[in-house]
């Protein structure tokens, strides 16, 4: 008879999962696993270990070298082109071009070897009128010899217009710092009259509001009307000549020039007030005279 042990081991067997035939793959063991020490199944799994390292390093610098790569083809923004510009960008670029060109083939008289290089003398001297320091300097001698009220109240007036035109033509110029169609270094009258930059152009500026000046305060003949106005174009076409300015400086000088004169109606001085101011500049020059 068999004994209780072997029967209680013979309904384990029948009881467990692990004793099937589907399951008998899950108990047998690899014959290499079988067959290897202990120490040999630890070096067994090792090695993908070591792979995976090596993969890892290997990976690293591939992945340098495609940032490398991106970085080295990454262009700097400026030489980079914009492909999608804005219209308004587009229209203002455009104009700028039109303009560079047209007043880089109106220079005619930029340099004496120009198509109209044996007029730049006469342009210049043309130019010259509408040039700040002559007019500040004009205007003084004339009230120095002026005797009416009247005549030195216009006076003392165009002048505070000339000063004010002329610090604003200048601050306006050292903020935009635009350069003309043809590089050429200013005169000395252009850095004393600090008419350094290109925009405004500052003898268009003057010459704008000393025409609108004179024809609002002073009593001219028709004819004289007119050749005043004409003066005052041809100084503002002077410079875009003489390869000084833009056409848009020139149009821009008009414009202030204008915007002075308007200003200047504004802030009109009295004749009282323009006494006051001459007897003080008659103190202060009476030690020198």
């Excluded at 500040?136 to 004010?164: D, H, K, P, W």
């Excluded at 609002?216 to 003489?242: D, E, K, Q, T």
């Excluded at 004169?261 to 009295?270: C, G, N, P």
């Amino acid at each position: 008879m068999p004994s209780t042990y072997t029967v209680r081991s013979r309904v384990r067997e029948r009881n467990s999962v692990l004793g099937r035939p589907e399951f008998i793959s899950l108990n047998q063991q690899s014959p290499r696993a079988a067959v290897g020490p202990p120490e040999s199944r630890g070096g067994s799994r090792r090695p993908p270990q070591a792979k995976h390292q090596s993969s890892q390093k290997a990976e690293e610098p591939t992945d340098n070298g495609s940032k490398d790569r991106r970085e080295s083809t990454k262009m700097p923004e400026e030489d980079c082109m914009q492909l999608n510009p804005s219209f308004k960008g587009i229209a203002i670029n455009a104009l700028l071009a039109i303009d560079i060109c047209l007043s880089k083939r109106m220079g005619v008289c930029a340099y004496t070897s120009s198509s109209w290089g044996g007029c730049r003398s006469m342009v210049a001297l043309l130019a010259l009128t509408g040039h700040g320091i002559t007019w500040i300097i004009g205007t003084i001698v004339c009230l120095t010899r002026s005797n009416t009220l009247a005549g030195q109240e216009v006076l003392v007036n165009l002048l505070l217009a000339l000063v004010l035109d002329v610090m604003t033509v200048a601050g306006v110029q050292r903020l935009v710092k635009r350069r003309g169609p043809w590089e050429m270094t200013p005169g000395f009258l252009d850095c004393v009259a600090m008419d350094v930059y290109s925009f405004p152009a500052a003898h268009a500026s003057r010459a704008a509001m000393v025409s609108k000046f004179l024809l609002s305060h002073l009593v001219l003949a028709v004819p004289l009307r007119i050749l005043l106005v004409l003066w005052a174009f041809l100084v503002g076409m002077s410079r875009v000549l003489l390869g000084r300015h833009h056409l848009t400086d020139m149009v821009c000088g008009f414009a202030l020039g204008m915007l002075h004169f308007s200003l200047m109606e504004t802030v009109w001085l009295s004749s009282n007030t323009c006494q006051t101011l001459i007897s003080i500049s008659k103190l202060s020059w009476s030690p020198f005279s």
